[in-house]
C-alpha cells in the first residue's frame, strides 16, 4: 500500500532553517510529482510548491521563492523539503502528498511539526 | 485567512446528514471542476474523500458525495456514524498564481 512517512518534530531558533523528509513506499516514485503544504496554527493549508522526483524540477509558490528548496533522491525513494531563514510565521504542520496526476492528491504524509521559537 | 471559505465546524447526530460548504472564486472553485475533499483526524495523515467535484475513489464510502454550484462547492455525508468525527478540508486547482488552494478546514462533531 502507498505510504508517506514524514521525519519527526523540529524545534528551530529564528533565521535557522529546517529540512523536512518525506519517505515514500507502495508506488513508483519518480512517476509522481510530491507537493509540500503546510498548516500553521489556526490557518488553513498552504501550498508550497512541488518537486518531479524524476529529474529533480521544481516548482515553487511565490511566497516562499528564495527561501525554499524541495529535493528528492530517488535511490530511497524521499522527498525533501528544506525552508531557510526562518521565522515565528514559519510555525507549522508541513505536509508532503502525492500528486495524483489528475489535479488531486491521493496520498498524504502524517505532517511535521515545525515550531521557530527563540 | 484561507483562500476557500469553508464553515467553522458543523455537527450532526448519528444517521442524520450533513453538508460542508466551501467557497472560492471564478479562478478556482467556479472555474475548474478539479475540487477535491479531504478527511482529517489530527495527528494522521489526511484521507482523499472527494476528486474531480463529486469522483469517490475506490474505498470510500458512498455516504459521502460532492457537487458544485458556481463558486461554490459542498461536501455531503449522509447516515452519520462516530467514524465521521473529523476535520474536513476542501482543495481547488487555481489559476491566480499559485497552483492549488485550500479551505480552512471544518471540524465535523458527531453528537
Known amino acids: 500500500q502507498v505510504q508517506l512517512v514524514q521525519s519527526g518534530a523540529e524545534v528551530r531558533k529564528p533565521g535557522a532553517s529546517v529540512k523536512v523528509s518525506c519517505k515514500t513506499s507502495?508506488?513508483?516514485?519518480?512517476?509522481?510529482?510530491i507537493h509540500w503544504v503546510r498548516q500553521a496554527p489556526g490557518q488553513g493549508l498552504e501550498w508550497m510548491g512541488w518537486?518531479?522526483?524524476?529529474?529533480?524540477?521544481?516548482k515553487y509558490a511565490q511566497k516562499f521563492q528564495g527561501r525554499v528548496t524541495m529535493t528528492s533522491d530517488t535511490s530511497i525513494n524521499t522527498a525533501y523539503m528544506e525552508l531557510s531563514r526562518l521565522t515565528s510565521d514559519d510555525t507549522a504542520v508541513y505536509y508532503c502528498?502525492?500528486?495524483?496526476?489528475?489535479?488531486?492528491?491521493?496520498?498524504w504524509g502524517q505532517g511535521t511539526l515545525v515550531t521557530v521559537s527563540s | 485567512q484561507s483562500a476557500l471559505t469553508q464553515p467553522a465546524s458543523v455537527s450532526g447526530s448519528p444517521g442524520q446528514s450533513i453538508t460542508i460548504s466551501c467557497t472560492g472564486a471564478?479562478?478556482?472553485?467556479?472555474?475548474?471542476?478539479?475540487v477535491s475533499w479531504y478527511q482529517h483526524h489530527p495527528g494522521k495523515a489526511p484521507k482523499l474523500m472527494i476528486y474531480?467535484?463529486?469522483r469517490r475513489p475506490s474505498g470510500v464510502s458512498d455516504r459521502f458525495s460532492g457537487s458544485k454550484s458556481g463558486n461554490t462547492a459542498s461536501l455531503t455525508i449522509s447516515g452519520l456514524q462516530a467514524e465521521d468525527e473529523a476535520d474536513y478540508f476542501c482543495?481547488?486547482?487555481?489559476?491566480?498564481?499559485?497552483?492549488?488552494?485550500f479551505g480552512g478546514g471544518t471540524k465535523l462533531t458527531v453528537l
Open positions: 507502495g508506488y513508483t516514485f519518480t512517476g509522481y510529482f
Open positions: 482543495s481547488s486547482y487555481t489559476s491566480n498564481g499559485l497552483d492549488w488552494v
Open positions: 471564478s479562478s478556482d472553485v467556479g472555474g475548474y471542476n478539479y
Open positions: 474531480d467535484v463529486s
Open positions: 518537486i518531479s522526483p524524476s529529474g529533480g524540477a521544481t
Open positions: 502528498a502525492k500528486y495524483s496526476g489528475s489535479l488531486y492528491f491521493d496520498y
